[in-house]
């Protein structure tokens, strides 16, 4: 089954506890991405992957960090978590190319307190 | 850069009712990709729909309907005898590549959508 696995899916943690969000798709594809979704802002991203070892800032970046060593994870990194990063992040991998179906995981529920 | 704006922030509706939510895009790009998904209370998002520039077909899946125009740069979707299952936040989303890698998706800031028993 086509997958995109997160985890964790609920995390309650203090400010400045280094954690990550992990990433994982089984379906062999070239691009990851991140996403947070806030009230009222919607969805935005965080960073992407267009492949190992490729990654670039989405439109919200600071205060996090990626990596893509292997092609089926791309790990999300907050390296001191603040409670403006109290979020639901999502993770999403698609195929190279036009016309691929974009796979989200079920999201992680983050609150920093 | 692009943008989507959904205007519609929240709507409540009695059962059975038909729906309309509002998608305005931008984009320079000629090759676009545009999308509904949809987030029930349980958070996950559920894929609905994913329409090319070059296709201004109307689109209809059982209660749902899509209408794309490119003269008003416009994607809205209309749900028929709307029932309570229906709410959930909608998202309307715009990618330049519909892989989602280069430039990701460019999402609308979602319409909560209520439908009242």
């Known amino acids: 089954e086509a997958q995109v696995t997160q985890n964790p899916r609920y995390l309650i943690t203090v400010t400045g506890k280094k954690l990550t969000v992990t990433c994982s798709q089984n379906m062999n594809h070239e691009y990851m991405s991140w996403y947070r979704q806030d009230p009222g802002l919607g969805l935005r991203q965080i960073y992407y992957?267009?492949?190992?070892?490729?990654?670039d800032k989405g439109d919200v970046p600071e205060g996090y960090k990626v990596s893509r060593k292997e092609k089926r994870n791309f790990p999300l990194i907050l390296e001191s978590p603040s409670p403006n990063q109290t979020s639901l992040y999502f993770c999403a991998s698609s195929r190279r190319g036009s016309g691929n179906t974009i796979y989200f995981g079920e999201g992680s529920w983050l609150t920093v307190v | 850069a692009q943008k989507v704006t959904q205007a519609q922030t929240e709507i409540s509706v009695v059962e059975k009712e038909d729906v309309t939510l509002d998608c305005v895009y931008e984009t320079r790009d000629t090759t676009y990709y545009l999308f509904w998904y949809k987030q029930p209370p349980s958070g996950e998002l559920v894929f609905l729909i994913r329409?090319?520039?070059?296709?201004?077909q109307n689109e209809i899946s059982g209660r749902y309907s899509w209408n794309f125009q490119k003269s008003t740069s416009s994607f809205n979707f209309t749900i028929t005898a709307s029932q309570v299952v229906d709410s959930a936040v909608y998202f309307c989303?715009?990618?330049?590549?519909?892989?989602?890698?280069?430039?990701?998706?460019?999402f609308g800031k979602g319409t909560h959508l209520i439908i009242q028993p």
């Open positions: 992957s267009m492949n190992v070892e490729v990654t």
């Open positions: 989303a715009l990618s330049l590549y519909s892989g989602g890698g280069a430039d990701g998706l460019t």
């Open positions: 329409r090319n520039s070059f296709d201004e």
